[in-house]
């Protein structure tokens, strides 16, 4: 089991930046790929990115492409979304979540994620 807590979220205005973790509990952390995903009120929980259990592969959706960056620290258990050029587009509620490692799925598979954070709202203003 993996228990996942996200931290970060807040209000911030277009252009600025804000750096999302996600802590996670348990042993095996560092056999899990983590991924980010966000929604907004009636629209389906979309893929933003995620990093391998090694962090040597990483992916992206089009829309964060450049501006949004994914890291873990293994050693500490945590994930972090740093976001960058943030637009109002943006805002969002922003999840973590964890799925065992599997090279031959891609990330963005939403359903393959077993463990899934309470969520952190990121608000930018125009």
């Known amino acids: 089991q993996v228990q996942l807590v996200e931290s970060g979220g807040g209000l911030v205005q277009a252009g600025g930046s804000l750096r999302l973790s996600c802590a996670a509990s348990?042993?095996?952390?560092?056999?899990?790929?983590m991924g980010w995903f966000r929604q907004t009120p009636g629209k389906e929980r979309e893929f933003v990115g995620a990093i391998g259990w090694s962090s040597s592969i990483t992916s992206y959706a089009d829309s964060v492409k450049g501006r949004f960056t994914i890291s873990r620290d293994n050693a500490k258990n945590t994930v972090y979304l740093q976001m960058n050029s943030l637009k109002p587009e943006d805002t969002a509620v922003y999840y973590c979540?964890?799925?065992?490692?599997?090279?031959?799925?891609?990330?963005?598979?939403?359903?393959?994620?077993?463990?899934w954070g309470q969520g952190t709202q990121v608000t930018v203003s125009s």
């Open positions: 348990g042993r095996t952390f560092s056999s899990y790929d």
């Open positions: 979540a964890g799925r065992v490692t599997n090279s031959f799925r891609r990330f963005s598979r939403r359903d393959d994620y077993a463990y």
